[in-house]
């Protein structure tokens, strides 16, 4: 029973254990969706779509009639003459009135309607520019976070490599106490081993460092247990990537928020002239009201003079713009110069957004090219370096030797993984203008 018990808490704390560790962990998916949910831009600019919400609801509200009631009560003292008898006298004279109103437009050159549309554009131009924060947080992170990846296999280099020396530098030194080799080549072995330790410290540092501008990027406190998991990224064959394919990407990515807040640019700015030009128009609105009134000097009780004075209304009225100094003509002049601006706008953000597709796809086979030199350079080095480490152990090539292959080796596999983390980059900057969610 006491076993049973015993093995019981120990698989709980493991379990427990796997649980801390799981919450600590953040991949790269956990990352971007914190980031979304917390930006405090995003945040921001989502109060703005609610503004477009409400100002949707308003100028639907506007073609409701507009009514207004008043009362209002009123109270005049003062001498006067009795003119039966050449008195003077104080008197008090008191009213009441009510009234009930109401107007609504008929007809103002469809500026209300047009007015809705207005605003349901503007809404979506703010939904886009939501979604392009989004898209833009989405892109520093992955690039913080493939930096950070970067950093934790550069230090493993560095560990594996000092650790090696350490091994070499013992091993030197037990065959010069042997007195098999001399002194001079375990003074060449601490100094490269120093060397290693100074590495190895500066890769801890740039994960720490790159720790840091991530957890900062996703606005986490500094105590945030902040793990990322462990990647094994296979190499991938890029394929061939002709002149044409800008084109084909480019196909994709007109779906990109930029593209569509310029879009919807131009349709509010077609529009808001449109609404320009209806003011120009005359204008045609219906009014009602419905008033009475009391007044203690007049004969007859408070409910039977608000009966008998009674004053329904109906009118109708029209207002026609003549001329007010130009203004009107000018408003509509510029609305259809925002128009021609607002195409430029479009074409200039297609025209942006082809080059930044060229240059990506240039930047991938171009990344390509540097990792697949980096990888045969790394297997050059490796090899270069088992061969001068088995003649320093055989005594043939001094501690020098041994240390500049061992730098080369170093330097060939840090510039292998700045190209492959490069390369993986440039791929997901190509997903990301294809509309493919980023993911590792």
Known sequence: MGRFL??????????AA?????????????????????????????????QGRNNILQSKLSLLPSVNGSLNHSM?????????????????????????????????????????????????ISEQQVESLKDNITVQVT????????????????????????????????????????????LDMESQLANERVQLVSAQNDVKSSCMNLMQLLNLPHDTPFEVPEYSIDEVALPLISPYTADAVFEEALGLPQIRMAEFALEKSKTDYKIQKGAAYPSISVSAGYGTYYS?????????????NRNPSLGFGMSIPIFNGWRSNTSIRNARLNVKSAELELEKSRQNLYKEIQQACNDAVNAYAKLDAAQKNVEMAEESFKNTESKFNLRMVNGTDYTVARANLFKAQSEYYQNKFQYIFQLKILDFYRGIPIKL
């Open 6 to 15: 015993t093995l019981s808490a120990l698989l709980l704390s493991l379990f």
């Open 76 to 124: 005049n003292w003062g001498k006067s003459v009795n003119v039966q008898d050449l008195q003077i006298m104080t008197t008090l004279a008191q009213s009441t009135s009510a009234s009930l109103s109401a107007s609504m437009p008929l007809f103002s050159g469809l500026t209300n309607l047009r007015s809705i549309e207005s605003n349901r554009i503007q809404l979506q």
């Open 18 to 50: 796997n649980i801390v560790s799981g919450q600590n962990e953040w991949s790269l998916d956990r990352c971007i969706n914190y980031a979304l949910d917390n930006n405090i831009e995003i945040k921001q600019q989502q109060l703005a779509v609610e």
């Open 296 to 308: 203690d000097s007049r004969e007859g009780a408070f409910f039977s003079q608000f009966e008998d």
């Open 143 to 186: 690039q913080a976070y493939l930096e950070l990846l970067l950093a934790i296999e550069i230090e493993k280099v560095a560990n594996e490599s000092f650790k090696s020396v350490e091994a070499q530098a013992e091993r030197t030194k037990t065959m010069v106490n042997a007195g098999n080799q001399a002194y001079s080549a375990l």
